[in-house]
């Protein structure tokens, strides 16, 4: 409760700091020469232009937020944004994102207006800390249905990282070295924490040709916390003990990142080429240790062990230009993700391995491309886009895993195709200078579903007082992932199917929003702004019980009729060397769930999120320091109880927890030198609480921890930059 009253009291202040510094200031108004200059954002929008015209309401992460934030991967940055929860698997070391409440698979992450491989899929349910930061210019993110301009899957929003392609300098190098604890376990350079070293260097050729490249080596030595680490032989298979087990509580993980691009411009003709190569190594220790007599030896402790080698490339081919007055955009992308798997026996006392056995875990290659054309009617009033999207999936998955196989495939690898194409066509009308309306509609030719359709519709009014109105509408559709589709586990203790006769999900969002920008003649900016919306999804799909004998039956059917709505706020101040924003958002979700057996509770359940982040500029130190904090309420939602007697649904309670982050940035010799010092987790988070009511409602039945963190942990990062 302390913590919490700790965040409604800087909500308190701050607003009530806004409204005094509202009151007590002149009526006058800066003139426009004088204001900052606007932000410029590409994500759904028919040309790029500021992001006071954007039609949508784009939030935008500046590389100088990055840097702030010591942030090496994406998973490191989105934690303290409002309305976006990251959700770190410790077992899998993969970190994936939710809004709205919906986890990844409805959310799309792309780069450059491309959508990323995934383990299932393309551009959802993509693991965060396999996206790099180091040649990003900026992240656009834009909630609510993008169907129209992004197809399937961009049902809570888009994450779009706008990467680097020019610069102002004939020659950039960045060199950099990070050093940061993992919780309370670290050796310098060694094998405890977290070692990152990082090198990109740009060259600007001459007037029209640019090229870049850059490496990054990111070794997570893993977290160990109350287990026993790899040579750890005490185990007790009578009296398992998970908090004094062998292993890690989050798996150890090698990635190596490499990055290269060419740009050609000249007038209204561009090219650009980049190529992207991910290698990640990660080990699995198996907490079970067994005793294996070698005839004339004695006695070793053996151990199951597996190590997960991922590779991934992307290659991206981008033209834009114009034709007969018009301007064309054509992407083509070759995208793959292959994960191996080695399966050896450990033998703790000596360090040796045996019976090395390696195949393919999972593939997934995809073949991408779209295009659009747009000015068509060569009219300034009315731009007119017209568009394609061709997706081609071919998905892999290995028996090993138990998982893919068809009733009458037992022990045989999986191969599946899964194609689309797209057409849509949008329009950005100006019914006045300040009025504008753009309607856009798709359609998508699916081969493996019945043909989808999105349509959206947004408004935009601007204001001579610095208000912006905007108002929008989108239909949008999920299709089933790979899983949901072809997932065939069935032994002595699981029952767990897919099913091939899913159809797609599809989702209405409407959404109403407010802004006011003012400027004082002290130099005083702010920025206060209001925004409520709704979404529904008909035909979601679940993992729900279906049968009872002989074990529990799980099977992924379309039955959840989901609800949502959220009103938020959020205000930013500028004056001098200070900048300031605070946020709050206040979720209600309905969740109507019906196996044909039992059936929950659809009321809404409700969750609160505030967050503040505070920098003050230092120019004579060339210092900025800033502080970072986000409170996360609890969350609540029906699961069933799992019972072959009294099936049910019951409430389940997710505690809150609060995370803060501070970090001081110093540069020197005329900026030629970074050092970045600061801490994450502060409040040294690690497990939160889950537990569900009894049948009574009035006592908790059980409760179990989630592990969200690994503690409080320091970094270094040192950063040398040479701009000629």
Known sequence: MYKQAQAFLSIVSFISFSTLAQETATDTLKPATNTQLEEVVVTGQIEPQSIKKSVFNVRVISAEDIKRQAGNNLADVLN????????????????????????????????????????????????????????????????????????????????????????????????????????????????????????????????????????????????????????????????????????????????????????????????????????????????????????????????????????????????????????????????????????????????????????????????????????????????????????????????????????????????????????????????????????????????????????????????????????????????????????????????IRGNEDLKPETANSFELSGKKTTFYESGLQLVNTAAASYITIDDRIEQVIVGFNPNLQYKFINIDKYQMWNFSTTHQLNYKNWQAKAGLIVVGISRDLSNGVVKADDKFLYNVQFNTNVAYTVPKWNTIFTLYYKLNGKTQQYVENGSLSTPEYILQDIEGFSLMDASVRKTFFEKKFDVTFGARNIFDVVNIRSSVASNAGAHSAGSTSLLMGYGRSYFLKLTYNLNI
């Open 80 to 495: 303290q944004y409002l309305n976006i929860t990251v959700r770190p698997n410790n077992e899998s070391g993969r970190s994936t994102v939710s809004m709205f409440g919906l986890d990844s698979n409805y959310l799309k992450v792309l780069v450059d207006n491309v959508p990323l491989v995934s383990d299932t899929g393309l551009g959802n349910n993509v693991d965060l800390t396999q996206i790099n930061l180091d040649d990003v210019q900026q992240i656009e993110i834009i909630e609510g249905a993008m169907g129209v301009t992004h197809g399937a899957n961009a049902v809570s929003g888009i994450i779009n990282i706008i990467t680097k392609k020019n610069s102002k300098n004939k020659w950039e190098l960045s060199a950099t070295v990070q050093e940061e604890t993992i919780g309370d376990e670290y050796v310098p350079f060694g094998d405890k924490g977290r070692h990152i070293q990082a090198l990109r260097v740009a060259h600007t050729i001459n007037d029209n040709w640019y090229a870049s490249v850059g490496g990054n080596r990111n070794d997570f030595k893993g977290y160990i916390d109350e287990r026993g680490g790899r040579d750890y032989t005490a185990y007790d298979p009578a009296n398992p003990d998970p908090e004094h087990d062998r292993g890690y509580s989050w798996l150890p993980k090698e990635q190596y990142f490499t990055n290269a691009l060419v740009r050609y411009q000249k007038g209204n003709f561009r090219i650009f080429y980049k190529f992207d190569y991910f290698d990640e190594h990660l080990d699995y220790y198996d907490p079970v240790v067994t005793d294996e007599f070698v005839t004339g030896v004695g006695t070793y402790r053996v151990s199951n062990d597996r190590r997960y080698d991922t590779n991934k490339f992307y290659h991206h081919l981008n033209v834009v230009g114009k034709v007969l007055g018009r301007n064309y955009n054509v992407s083509v992308s070759h995208q793959r993700q292959k994960r191996d798997v080695e399966t050896f026996k450990y033998y703790i006392q000596t360090g040796e391995e045996a019976n090395n056995k390696s195949e393919t875990y999972q593939d997934t290659e995809v073949l991408y491309s779209t295009g659009n054309i747009s000015n068509i009617l060569n009219n300034k009033k009315i731009d007119v886009q017209v568009g394609y999207e061709a997706v081609n999936t071919n998905g892999y998955t290995s028996s090993l895993g138990g998982v893919f196989n068809n009733p009458d495939q037992q022990g045989v690898n999986l191969n599946k195709r899964l194609e689309n194409y797209d057409l849509f066509s949008a329009a950005e009308i100006a019914v006045t200078e300040r009025f504008s309306i753009r309607p856009g509609v798709r359609y998508s030719f699916q081969s493996r579903f019945e043909d989808q359709w999105a349509a959206s519709l947004g408004l935009r009014q601007l204001y001579t007082n610095g208000h912006e109105v905007r108002a929008s509408y989108g239909r949008s559709y999920r299709t089933p992932t790979y899983d949901e589709l072809y997932t065939y586990m069935v032994d002595a203790n699981h029952d």
